[in-house]
């Protein structure tokens, strides 16, 4: 018996992954989906993360309806897909900013203040591994790596949408850290701001 206070995680059709792209825009009940709908609860998890695919919406329409979600993609595709493109119409997605992005809290905020980063767009330019030499040098302190970790995973969001954990990019790092690519980029953009401020 499917009752609305039942969790996601007891509805059919939505495994782990799809439990946590909901979760991340609080639809974690029967109820609350069904309050949002079917249409609009994919619409936001896709605004949360560019990565979800179309067979989410089946899958949320046939937990709602209490059916196989591949009934619902066999049987109302089209009908669903024109549903998205009028639901997105009536409702835009409204601008993300600086703040809005997944791992920048105040000390972030911060640091874009001083590097003259305004915008999401202007983020989505950026490269981490200037961002990193020129924090260090603006501040004349050295920063964390993790401080790298985090510009990365704001750098990602802002180019692709996908909100990932900042310590999603303290392997990529590492990797380069062994290769010994790291430390050399940043030691590259270090000479070069130096050797611009002197013939300045």
Not at 48 to 71: F, K, M
Not at 123 to 142: C, E, F, P, S, V
Request: proline share 2%; with cysteine; hydrophobic share 40%.
């Amino acid at each position: 018996m499917v009752t609305t206070k039942q969790a996601i995680s007891e509805l059919r059709n939505l495994g782990p992954k799809s439990q946590a792209m909901l979760a991340i825009v609080g639809l974690d009940t029967l109820a609350k989906l069904r309050k949002a709908g079917a249409v609009a609860a994919y619409v936001m998890a896709k605004r949360a993360n560019r990565t979800v695919s179309i067979n989410l919406l089946y899958g949320l329409v046939g937990s709602i309806e209490n059916c196989d979600w591949r009934e619902v993609q066999r049987a109302r595709k089209l009908e669903l897909l024109n549903a998205i493109e009028e639901y997105e119409q009536a409702h835009p997605a409204d601008p993300l900013s600086l703040k809005d992005l997944r791992n920048i809290g105040k000390a972030m905020l911060k640091d874009f203040e001083l590097l003259g980063i305004t915008s999401v767009k202007q983020l989505a330019r950026g490269n981490a591994d200037k961002l990193y030499a020129r924090i260090q040098a603006l501040t004349h302190t050295r920063h964390d790596p993790c401080v790298w970790d985090t510009y990365a995973a704001a750098i990602h969001q802002a180019k692709t949408g996908e909100a990932l954990p900042w310590w999603d990019f303290t392997k990529v790092r590492k990797e380069r850290e062994k290769a010994g690519k790291f430390v050399k980029s940043i030691r590259s953009i270090q000479r070069s701001a130096l050797s611009r401020k002197g013939r300045g």
